[in-house]
């Protein structure tokens, strides 16, 4: 329903920053919450943040709140995640998400992206 395309990741260093994009196409990008995801291998998957649909809420896993920020603009089709003050186990490849806020937050989204790899390393 939704084509996600992700980008902005790479190398940072601990207390770096970085943002990531996710470009959205197909259904209509403003009916749908979305929301970011992360994995690393062996790893379950983490919830990361998500946003509704008209960009009025957003939901934050503990580990990043404060330091990341999620948000969206719907005459672009584009959803961003800020991350500020980045450590070590941020590392891993995020994924964009489309779907129920609970989707989000649960892993059961409608679709997913490919995913961009973010390091953060001295």
């Known amino acids: 329903q939704v084509q996600l395309i992700e980008s902005g990741g790479g190398l940072v260093q601990p207390g770096g920053s970085l943002t990531l994009s996710c470009a959205a196409s197909?259904?209509?990008?403003?009916?749908?919450?979305m929301g970011w995801s992360r994995h690393t291998p062996g790893k379950e998957r983490e919830f990361v943040a998500a946003?509704?649909?008209?960009?009025?809420?957003?939901y934050y896993a503990s580990s990043v709140k404060g330091r990341f920020t999620i948000s969206r603009d719907n005459a672009k089709n584009t959803v961003n995640l800020e991350m500020n003050s980045l450590k070590p186990e941020d590392t891993a490849v995020y994924y964009c998400?489309?779907?129920?806020?609970?989707?989000?937050?649960?892993?059961?989204?409608?679709?997913w992206g490919q995913g961009t790899q973010v390091t953060v390393s001295s």
């Open positions: 998400a489309a779907g129920s806020i609970a989707g989000m937050i649960h892993g059961d989204p409608d679709s």
């Open positions: 946003i509704t649909m008209s960009g009025g809420d957003t």
């Open positions: 197909g259904r209509p990008f403003s009916s749908s919450s």
